[in-house]
């Protein structure tokens, strides 16, 4: 990704001066180098007038029965 369309903003603040590409994703390494996603780092849903992280969210979902993956 080279950069944000028409938004020179957003792109000065996730893509560094050496082109890398930061997601706003949390993530951790095991020893096989393999990575698991954590959360989203300031993801934030607005419903019904009130804030939300997107991770909380999931979370509260991923506790149903009936819910495989989030």
Sequence with gaps: MLRYHRDPELTAQRIDADGWFSSGD??????????RFRTRLGDV????????AAAELEGFLSEHPAVGIV
């Design 26 to 35: 949390q993530v951790v390494a095991d020893e096989a180098g393999r990575l």
């Design 45 to 52: 849903l607005k419903i019904g007038g009130e804030n939300l």
